[in-house]
């Protein structure tokens, strides 16, 4: 083991709390070997100058959409919703090939890391060219989205999306959804393919069931059957429940709301990431809970969606995991969404500090420590915080910062997730044991934003 593989800090979040004067050791591949409280640093020893908290999985991105934010906020129509933002997006996608989602992952994911995340769930249905021809190679958009986490040192779990239809009953695919589409047969091909470049470049590979509306309910268990055969381990991601209309269609189709109808029809549990569950009656949100699955709660872009509120109330009831995701990336900040996920509830119940638990009272110390857990499961990477056998994903509060200066270390924290004003308030980012950010500035930075502007500009002259 070398010096430059461990790291001493004063204060540092564990996952049962906050200890005092913690010595971390970390062994070549990044994994943690050693985390002790209670000890002095080593002569010579790097210590972090501010509290260490864990890297934040982001459980739900669509890197493209980074490119076209701000580009749908006004009134196409006479009531503006989910769906008529979802005919602006489809419009944006049709101009995006391998090269531009490349330079919009890779300054996205730099984006993610300066703002506290260190690993991302990529649900990646962005296929085929504009006219819904394959690429050749076939892989090639996944791989510019493999190529964008590799160069930034993001941790990646790769989500291919399957989508095969345009509604429930299987009502046809419309022309801006023609660049998703897969039969069964070429989305295990794909994953196939893709699995050595994962193994590869230590990413996770999983399958992303995009909705109900879009997997008919043989593909679905056909689909799962096949992953299973390649890894009966990997990670399976739906998003579910999003939208009113949604229930509705689903309730219309099969008798049934969509969450309930996939607890009946899949074996849905731990590997299962249920993405937004946003609209699920109570005893769905038990039911649900109990699975062991991971509710994905994307809080700002559920927010600029107009896709309501999650039931945090019944799913915590139930015992449910839950993490964290960034989503359209409206926002690219982690702790922007605890903070807006901690601010809904309030709004509704009329409460403060709302998601704090007994054990953990300060809420954002308590968040942190439910989102990273979560997150992690999602992910299926081990990087669910600062204990022996996790990844070194790490991050540093900036105890400098004017919102953070001269506060104890949990403090700062709450001062981070509800007080740092859109600023970040971190200072430096490990992952893996390697220092990504410093002084809250990644190296690629620069080269990277120009690169993104380039594109966006096309996006905008091309619109």
């Known amino acids: 083991?070398?010096?430059?593989?461990?790291?001493?800090?004063?204060?540092?979040?564990?996952?049962?709390?906050?200890?005092?004067?913690?010595?971390?050791?970390?062994?070549?591949?990044?994994?943690?070997?050693?985390?002790?409280?209670?000890?002095?640093?080593?002569?010579?020893?790097?210590?972090?100058?501010?509290?260490?908290?864990?890297g934040m999985p982001n459980l739900h991105s669509h890197a493209?959409?980074?490119g076209f934010c701000g580009l749908t906020e006004y009134r196409a129509q006479a009531a503006d919703s989910f769906w008529s933002w979802r005919d602006l997006m489809y419009r944006c996608a049709s101009r995006i090939g391998p090269a531009e989602v490349e330079a919009i992952a890779t300054w996205l994911y730099i984006e993610m890391l300066e703002a506290g995340y260190t690993s991302v769930c990529e649900f990646h249905y962005l296929h085929h060219d504009p006219q819904g021809?394959?690429?050749a190679p076939?892989?090639?958009?996944?791989?510019?989205?493999?190529?964008?986490?590799?160069?930034?040192?993001?941790?990646?779990?790769?989500?291919?999306?399957?989508?095969?239809?345009?509604?429930?009953?299987?009502?046809?695919?419309?022309?801006?959804?023609?660049?998703?589409?897969?039969d069964t047969a070429a989305m295990l091909r794909l994953l196939d393919t893709l699995k050595p470049f994962c193994d590869a470049q230590g990413a996770r590979l999983g399958l992303a069931p995009h909705s109900l509306r879009a997997v008919p309910p043989a593909t679905l268990t056909d689909v799962l059957a096949g992953l299973d055969a390649l890894d009966a381990t990997a990670p399976i991601h739906i998003h579910i429940a999003?939208?009113?209309?949604?229930?509705?269609?689903?309730?219309?189709?099969?008798?049934?709301?969509?969450v309930r109808w996939?607890?009946?029809?899949?074996?849905?549990?731990?590997?299962?990431?249920?993405?937004?569950a946003t609209h699920m009656t109570p005893d769905e949100t038990l039911d649900a809970a109990r699975t062991g699955a991971v509710a994905g709660l994307c809080p700002t872009t559920e927010a600029n969606l107009g896709d309501g509120l999650f039931d945090m109330a019944h799913w915590r009831q139930g015992g449910g995991r839950w993490g964290v995701g960034s989503d359209s990336h409206a926002t690219v900040n982690?702790?922007?969404?605890?903070?807006?996920?901690?601010?809904?509830?309030?709004?509704?119940?009329?409460?403060?500090?709302?998601?704090?638990?007994?054990?953990?009272?300060?809420?954002?110390?308590?968040?942190?420590?439910?989102?990273?857990?979560?997150?992690?499961?999602?992910?299926?990477?081990?990087?669910?915080?600062?204990?022996?056998?996790?990844?070194?994903?790490?991050?540093?509060?900036?105890?400098?910062?004017?919102?953070?200066?001269?506060?104890?270390?949990?403090?700062?924290?709450?001062?981070?997730?509800?007080?740092?004003?859109?600023?970040?308030?971190?200072?430096?980012?490990?992952?893996?044991?390697?220092?990504?950010?410093?002084?809250?500035?990644?190296?690629?930075?620069d080269s990277a934003a120009a690169d993104f502007l380039n594109v966006r500009r096309n996006l905008v002259t091309n619109a």
């Not at 709390?17 to 080593?42: F, H, K, M, S």
């Not at 779990?157 to 998703?180: H, S």
């Not at 607890?263 to 549990?269: D, F, H, K, M, S």
């Open 1 to 54: 083991m070398t010096q430059a593989n461990t790291l001493w800090a004063a204060d540092a979040l564990l996952p049962d709390g906050w200890a005092r004067d913690v010595a971390l050791a970390w062994d070549a591949q990044g994994r943690l070997t050693q985390v002790r409280a209670g000890v002095g640093p080593l002569p010579g020893q790097v210590r972090a100058t501010g509290p260490l908290i864990p």
């Open 64 to 66: 493209f959409q980074r």
């Open 133 to 135: 021809r394959p690429y």
């Open 138 to 182: 076939l892989p090639e958009m996944a791989m510019a989205i493999l190529r964008a986490a590799e160069r930034t040192g993001m941790g990646l779990t790769l989500l291919p999306v399957l989508y095969q239809t345009g509604g429930f009953g299987a009502a046809a695919p419309n022309d801006g959804q023609r660049r998703f589409l897969h």
């Open 242 to 258: 999003e939208q009113t209309k949604e229930v509705e269609d689903c309730i219309a189709w099969s008798g049934l709301p969509p």
């Open 262 to 276: 996939l607890l009946e029809n899949a074996p849905v549990g731990p590997r299962w990431c249920l993405v937004h």
């Open 334 to 445: 982690a702790a922007e969404e605890l903070q807006w996920l901690e601010y809904g509830l309030r709004l509704t119940t009329r409460q403060r500090n709302v998601m704090a638990e007994a054990a953990q009272p300060h809420v954002a110390t308590a968040m942190t420590l439910a989102a990273v857990a979560g997150g992690a499961q999602a992910s299926s990477r081990p990087v669910a915080g600062l204990a022996p056998g996790e990844q070194a994903d790490l991050v540093e509060l900036d105890p400098l910062h004017v919102a953070l200066a001269g506060l104890p270390a949990r403090d700062m924290l709450s001062a981070h997730v509800f007080g740092s004003h859109r600023t970040s308030a971190l200072r430096n980012v490990w992952v893996a044991g390697r220092k990504r950010v410093h002084e809250g500035l990644h190296p690629l930075r």
